[in-house]
């Protein structure tokens, strides 16, 4: 996790995600400090509101787009890592779970900066902000609070976002990213349904009820979460129950 360059950090994954992820369950103890994770001098991390809208109809605007969703990919390749480094004491395949979520994310992320490559651009050459990590700082307490927040609030937001994506690249005509964002949209579902499986592990633990328990934690931390529109069907298939998508049903108006 803590390694700067991202090709040297997608190896070390690579590397790790061929190792026996169970033996990280043998690990006992408080959970660690918070490191800040590795990251290469550029992009520069800006506040959201500080980056430029761009359309589609450039090449440098479609660029942006490959650019800010590649910092996404990147940024999941911490989480992953993280989930699995941060938590200690858990079941031998929460550890597989997120290593293997962590392999899938450094795949998206090289095929994005091939992408970028080929539009005539580098992972780097635009700004980017840091959501995604002030995320896992403030859900690093509690591992139920992060599987609840982190994979069902910040992955689902793909989940989401992706298919008016791929509507408008398709009608920029740019067929090779939306064969990229096509494959990322599919294999986002089963990381979503992993932060599901986990989520709802460690509610009956404690004797929580999972249906109650999602949209409490999206209120204190989360402001309610991001504004609809959903992507119902493969939230659906990512293991949210009925009574959360009501929820999101009702506070997106109806």
């Known amino acids: 996790m803590m390694a700067v360059d991202p090709a040297d950090k997608c190896r070390r994954v690579d590397e790790l995600a061929a190792e026996d992820a169970g033996m990280l369950a043998d690990e006992t103890g ?3 400090a918070i490191p800040v994770p590795g990251q290469p001098s550029r992009p520069l991390l800006v506040h959201p509101a500080k980056l430029p809208r761009r359309g589609l109809g450039t090449v440098e605007g479609r660029a942006a787009l490959v650019h ?3 910092h996404i990919e990147f940024n999941a390749i911490n989480l992953g890592l993280d989930a699995a480094w941060r938590f200690t004491g858990m079941p031998p395949d929460f550890y597989r779970d997120w290593l293997r979520v962590a392999a899938d994310e450094t795949r998206h992320f090289r095929l994005l900066n091939e992408r970028l490559g080929e539009l005539g651009f580098a992972y780097g050459d ?3 902000h840091n959501g995604l990590w002030e995320a896992a700082v403030k859900t690093a307490h509690d591992v139920l609070v992060r599987m609840a927040l982190v994979p069902r609030v910040l992955e689902a937001r793909g989940l989401d976002v992706t298919p008016g994506m791929i509507k408008r690249l398709t009608g920029a005509g740019d067929r090779e990213t939306v064969a990229i964002l096509e494959i990322i949209l599919e294999e986002e579902v089963p990381h979503v349904a992993i932060g599901t499986r986990w989520f709802r592990h460690y509610c009956e633990q404690r004797g929580e009820d999972p249906d109650a328990l999602f949209p409490h934690l999206l209120e204190t931390y989360m402001n309610g979460g991001p504004p609809g529109p959903y992507n119902f069907p493969d939230r659906r298939r990512a293991g949210f129950a009925e009574p959360e998508l009501d929820y ?5 108006g109806g």
Do not use: G, M, T, W
Not at 248 to 252: H, Q
């Open 68 to 70: 800010a969703i590649a």
């Open 126 to 128: 635009f700004d980017a």
């Open 248 to 252: 999101l049903r009702a506070r997106d």
């Open 30 to 32: 408080e959970s660690p």
